[in-house]
């Protein structure tokens, strides 16, 4: 007789975590790293250094989820970061441009890059993965060759006061993360384009004969990334006080972890941008947790995967054995 009973919490507790697995490991992560240093960790401070160390992470992954959301990749938005970052201070520094001038260009050219990923993938049918990794091949090319692999220091004050300066006590690269998002949600759920998307991802041969345009919405989920990246890159190099060509590499890893972790938040493993937002929490959560404890460089990396794996993991194994008890 209470077999029925067992049965009903366990698929409870199940279905609990297919859909909330992923917050129940950024809740533990927060009480683990406030117990183990609370003085330093729950600090106020603390917080906004993670809101604002989550900035350029969060407006990079929150880019990146457009592409995944229809079903495809882009490998190339990390060269995309630093290409950005060196074009916007080499201009500034060698030729003299005014800073609005040096950040528009870099912009212009990160839609240059998505629309050539976009063509590629849309029309002349190459797989994203391979057009992306040659694209990105290029751009690395590219930037050596601007910068002859050697930092480019930017001088100009204006220019790092973007990552810098701070309204009402918060830092302003958040709030332009915040508006980002924002910009990036509504389209997402509230325009044409982000119900395309979606629609792409779920079914793209569904999607084309309802009369969706599948190419031309998929050269703009690709151009979305490489503006948001761009607008990373700039941040980050205003932040660095100089354009790199490795600049953008550690976030090609961190970007798709945030946004593959928040694939396994609420929904049934559809990519979406406060799913993004909380992966990009987890991930920056367990650098600054890590980084307060003393930890090596190294075991950021390592428990950065471990927390991907075991995340996903664990809503993916509960949404499975709940497949099995309904079929």
């Known amino acids: 007789m209470t077999l029925p009973t067992y049965a009903g919490a366990g698929h409870r507790i199940l279905s609990f975590l297919a859909r909330y697995g992923t917050l129940v490991v950024l809740a533990l992560m927060i009480i683990g790293f406030g117990a183990a240093s609370p003085a330093a960790f729950l600090s ?19 880019g990146l989820t457009y592409v995944l959301v229809a079903g495809q ?4 938005f990390a060269n995309v970061i630093s290409l950005s970052g060196i074009l916007s201070v080499g201009l500034i520094e060698r030729s003299g441009w005014p800073i609005a001038g040096a950040i528009a260009a870099a912009l212009a050219v990160a839609v240059v890059v998505g629309l050539a990923n976009g063509f590629l ?8 993965i391979v057009a992306t990794l040659g694209t990105s091949t290029v751009l690395l090319g590219v930037n050596f060759i601007y910068s002859n692999g050697a930092p480019i220091t930017v001088s100009a004050g204006g220019f790092t006061n973007i990552a810098r300066d701070r309204i009402l006590g918060i830092p302003a690269p958040v709030l332009i993360m915040a508006a980002v ?102 991930v920056s959560i367990a650098a600054n947790g890590l980084a307060i404890m003393g930890a090596q460089s190294y075991a950021q990396y390592l ?3 471990l927390i991907l794996l ?16 309904v079929s």
């Open 44 to 62: 106020e401070r603390n917080l906004i250094n993670v809101l604002n160390q989550s900035a350029l992470l969060a407006i990079v992954s929150g």
């Open 303 to 305: 428990v950065q995967g």
């Open 73 to 76: 990749f882009d490998l190339s």
């Open 121 to 128: 993938v849309a029309y002349v049918r190459v797989n994203a």
């Open 310 to 325: 075991i995340a996903v993991a664990l809503s993916t194994t509960s949404r499975r054995i709940l497949g099995q008890q």
């Open 181 to 282: 998002l924002l910009v990036l949600w509504v389209a997402l759920n509230r325009t044409l384009l982000g119900h395309h998307l979606q629609a792409i991802g779920s079914n793209p041969a569904a999607a084309r004969l309802a009369g969706v345009g599948v190419g031309r919405a998929t050269v703009a989920a690709f151009v979305v990334v490489g503006v948001c990246a761009a607008i990373g890159g700039v941040i980050l190099s205003a932040r660095i006080g100089s354009g790199m060509v490795t600049a953008g590499d550690g976030f090609l890893l961190s970007a798709f972890a945030a946004s593959f972790l928040g694939a396994s938040v609420v929904r049934d493993g559809q990519f979406h941008i406060v799913g993004t937002i909380v992966g990009v929490l987890i």
